[in-house]
């Protein structure tokens, strides 16, 4: 069974940096692309960052210049660098692939969620 399992998240302060990995996991023919979305409390779920297979990349342009996406085909893992943090980039993180198994049709995946909270 595909899964995406997420790690990193925690409590910094504002100033401070914290590092996201997200893997996945179980019979996958490929992944593309991944990528990271938040959710603040009464908010909607946003896009964060997303990179393809090749190295393409998006940013929200709230994390432009702060955050970095990278990714690890060969593990399946994805990344998120997170620098500069602000008490505005409190949310719960989800991982995100659009993934197609060997044995199924190609779908979305979402991790469980990790909590990222930056005190002022």
């Known amino acids: 069974q595909v899964q995406l399992v997420e790690s990193g998240g925690g409590l910094v302060q504002a100033g401070g940096s914290l590092r996201l990995s997200c893997a996945a996991s179980?019979?996958?023919?490929?992944?593309?692309?991944m990528g990271w979305y938040r959710q603040a409390p009464g908010k909607q779920r946003e896009l964060v960052a997303t990179i393809t297979r090749g190295g393409g990349t998006r940013y929200a342009d709230s994390v432009k210049g702060r955050f970095i996406i990278s990714r690890d085909v060969a593990k399946n893992t994805v990344y998120l660098q997170m620098d500069s943090l602000k008490p505005e980039d409190t949310a719960v993180y989800y991982c995100?692939?659009?993934?197609?198994?060997?044995?199924?049709?190609?779908?979305?995946?979402w991790g469980q969620g990790t909590q990222v909270t930056v005190s002022s």
């Open positions: 179980g019979s996958i023919a490929s992944i593309d692309p």
């Open positions: 995100h692939a659009n993934i197609l198994p060997y044995d199924s049709h190609v779908r979305d995946y």
